[in-house]
């Protein structure tokens, strides 16, 4: 069964820097793709960034481009999201899916697994 861990979310000042890790419990074709979708208070999920397992390509959303770096450790089983030049904007709660390859990565109903996910908070 696979299982979506998250975690390194907090509360950091406008201009910070954080990164969040997903810990994924078997790499399979089934989780090939991984990504980092974002949902704050009364808006739509958005999709933050993704990187596949096999080849390493990374995707990412507009709003943070430049800012964001999705990356992978394959001996942790893990994705991680490291976050600079964080705005209050970036405020939301961080999931974290896996699906298979050749997805949609960039939308939500592309990926089977998710986590919990991991509050973030930028103060301004």
């Known amino acids: 069964q696979v299982r979506l861990v998250e975690s390194g979310g907090g509360l950091v000042q406008t201009g910070g820097s954080l990164t969040l890790s997903c810990a994924v419990s078997?790499?399979?074709?089934?989780?090939?793709?991984m990504g980092w979708f974002r949902r704050a208070p009364g808006k739509e999920r958005e999709f933050v960034a993704a990187?596949?397992?096999?080849?390493?390509?990374?995707y990412y959303g507009d709003s943070v481009k430049g800012r964001f770096t999705i990356s992978r450790d394959s001996a942790k089983n893990t994705v991680f999201l490291q976050m600079n030049s964080l705005k209050p904007e970036d405020t939301a709660r961080y999931y974290c899916?896996?699906?298979?390859?050749?997805?949609?990565?960039?939308?939500?109903?592309?990926?089977?697994?998710w986590g919990q996910g991991t509050q973030v908070t930028v103060s301004s």
């Open positions: 899916a896996a699906g298979s390859k050749y997805i949609t990565v960039t939308t939500s109903t592309s990926y089977v697994y």
């Open positions: 078997v790499v399979t074709f089934t989780t090939d793709t």
């Open positions: 990187i596949e397992w096999s080849a390493g390509t990374t």
